[in-house]
């Protein structure tokens, strides 16, 4: 008697398991950035063709996060905070996910090529083989780096957006790009550093894991003493007026004296919380001596959000009829 094969496994996957394939909530700040890029560089892109390289950016940037997910399902499973995602957790199969990102690749590039320009499409391009390609296989578990050099993927969305509207990336939209870089590393630092048992488990070598917590603070007041200045920079170089100007100083005050008080703690010595915490909760309820790390976390978000929407308010009220 022949053996009949098993029959094909249904997928169980449901729609919002592929919405969160494309990692929204990281989307949402490709958007923004890019969305800034676009508005300051000016150009003469119409408004249907803005909204398209815009649909396009974020298609991109999901198709990254969608192929990221399919090659690290196995690590992101073993992780506190990433063990829910779809592919992770089961519900969308490997094979499925990586298809899903590469048509969503092709889509967005050609799209973008086609209806703005093609060195936007190409740095998109560029932008998704480097996060899934250089960060993701190469970079990730060969040298606690990982995070300062891969994060020029998510710096590319404001060059991006300013090529898509002019057909150039000038001097100006590098300044962006590198006011994302320098933000990176003490932003996903001060996660690490209360996260190091997630990264150790998944052996990631992030800073905390193979250079230690104290190493990982001192890293980080420095990173922090480089990226404000740099932040402030376009208020003092004519990209951004006197609200930018009010923004960066301010707030980059504020991240300073966060960043001073966590070099001065003792945030990461100790384990982070018990297993036992939710996926959710445990980006921001931790132990007492880690509260510098979550408080320069959570406000490091709040200050980049706040850069961007300074500038993009001044160039909106200062376009024609406005």
């Excluded at 053996?3 to 494309?22: K, V, Y």
């Excluded at 990221?68 to 779809?86: I, K, Q, Y």
């Excluded at 100006?172 to 006011?179: D, E, K, N, T, V």
Aim: proline content about 6%.
């Amino acid at each position: 008697m022949t053996e009949t094969a098993p029959p094909p496994a249904i997928s169980m996957a449901q729609p919002d398991d592929f919405f969160q394939l494309l990692k929204p909530r990281v989307m949402s700040l490709v958007i923004f950035t890019a969305v800034t890029g676009l508005v300051v560089a000016g150009g003469e892109l119409d408004w249907l063709s803005a909204a398209i390289a815009i649909l396009c950016i974020a298609v991109g940037a999901g198709a990254a996060g969608a192929l990221n997910m399919a090659l690290e399902g196995e690590t992101d499973a073993l992780m506190r905070r990433t063990r829910g995602r779809p592919v992770a957790a089961g519900r969308v199969n490997k094979n499925d996910a990586m298809t899903f990102g590469v048509i969503l690749s092709i889509f967005s590039v050609m799209l973008l090529g086609m209806t703005a320009n093609w060195l936007a499409g190409g740095l998109l391009l560029m932008t998704i083989l480097y996060y899934a390609v250089f960060y993701t296989l190469l970079l990730k578990r060969r040298t606690p780096q990982n995070i300062v050099i891969g994060g020029a993927a998510g710096a590319f969305p404001p060059v991006i957006g300013w090529a898509a509207a002019t057909g150039q990336a000038p001097w100006q939209a590098w300044l962006l790009f590198a006011i994302i870089f320098l933000w990176t590393p003490p932003h996903s630092w001060a996660l690490a550093l209360y996260s190091a048992g997630d990264y150790a488990r998944a052996g990631i070598p992030m800073m905390p894991v193979a250079r230690g917590a104290k190493s990982t603070r001192l890293q980080i007041l420095i990173y922090s003493l480089v990226f404000v200045p740099v932040a402030v920079a376009p208020g003092l170089l004519g990209l951004g007026g006197v609200l930018y100007l009010a923004v960066s100083g301010i707030g980059g005050l504020g991240f300073l004296f966060l960043a001073v008080r966590l070099w001065r703690s003792r945030a990461g010595d100790q384990p982070d919380k018990a297993e036992a915490v939710g996926r959710e909760a445990a980006l921001y309820d931790v132990r007492a001596e880690a509260k510098p790390a979550r408080n320069l976390f959570a406000f490091s978000i709040l200050y980049l959000m706040a850069l961007f929407a300074a500038l993009l308010v001044e160039s909106l009220t200062t376009l024609p009829g406005l």
